[in-house]
Structures are given as structure tokens and as C-alpha cells.
């Protein structure tokens, strides 16, 4: 009787198959982290923009609030620094890590005084992040406005919180 050597078909079949398995639990996982990180930097760009809005109000919007984010990419007279990098400035909505970020008038919000570039300023701000596709690109929403002392609220959907904020809407810690 002759010795067979090497493998069957069927053999290999099932190692090509259980390759395969692994390989979409590993892509899986990759899509879940870059979510994870998107939703992350979203964040971060929320806080940075709430920093920035404080900074123009004390020093160049006279207490009130830029109504754009490009407002606030332009420093102050005798200064060479913005109020934000210009990643974050290069229009009125800004496409940054798979999340869609705006700086809008917050619910209530009144025309304030213009700012020391001659700019219209407003009496509040509402800043949101939401993910250009979502389940994809983040499974999250967030949203910050003058009024909530830099708290960034959440949301499971496609769309940022709405304000005031509460229920659906959860603060983050």
C-alpha cells in the first residue's frame, strides 16, 4: 500500500476556513478601536473648543461668545496665537477624525457686541461633534453649550444632544 504524503483537500479547506475566522474577528476588533479612538478625539475637540470660547470671551469677545469656529482662528490684534489650531478652524464646520464639529448659537442666544477683530459675537455658544457615519465612524454624539461649565454630553444616535440637555442625553465623567 502507497503512503500518501502532503494534505487533502478537505484539510486545507478547514485551515483556509478557520483562517478566515480569525481574520474578520481581527477586523472587527480594529473597526471597534478606531471608533473607540474617534469618539475619543471628539471629545477632546469638544473640551478644546469650550477652553477656547472661555479664552476669547475673557480676552477679545468682551464676555460674549465666537459664533464660528473660524471666528476663532484668528488672534487677536498684537498676538500671533488663535484661540484654536488651525485644525480645528478651517471652516464653519470642521471634519476631524470621522466626527463633523461645529460651534453654533446656543438655544436663547442673543447678538453680542462685535469682538476685537470687528467680528459679531453672541451671548452663548452650543458646540457639537457628530460622526460622519455612524456605526462606523463612532457610535456616539456629543454636544457642550456656554451654560454647562464644560460638560460634554453624549448621546447614542446620529445626532448631537439637543439643549437644554437631559434625558436622552448623559453628562460624561
Known sequence: MKRQEGFTLVELLVVVM???????????????SRS???EAAAIGSLR??????I????????????????TLGV???GSTDAFLS????????VIKSGYQLQVLPAMGAVAGVNDCNGTAT??????????LTFGSTGNRSFATNSTSN???????TALAPAEPFGAPALPLQ
Open 18 to 32: 478557520i483562517i478566515g475566522i480569525l481574520a474578520s474577528i481581527t477586523v472587527m476588533s480594529m473597526m471597534r
Open 36 to 38: 473607540a479612538a474617534n
Open 48 to 53: 478644546t473648543i469650550s477652553v477656547g470660547q
Open 55 to 70: 479664552a476669547y470671551s475673557a480676552s477679545c469677545g468682551q464676555g460674549f461668545f465666537a459664533d464660528s469656529l473660524s
Open 75 to 77: 488672534p487677536p490684534p
Open 86 to 93: 488651525p485644525d480645528l478652524t478651517t471652516g464653519a464646520a
Open 122 to 131: 453672541q451671548s452663548a455658544f452650543y458646540a457639537v461633534g457628530e460622526p
Open 150 to 156: 464644560s460638560t460634554i454630553w453624549v448621546t447614542f
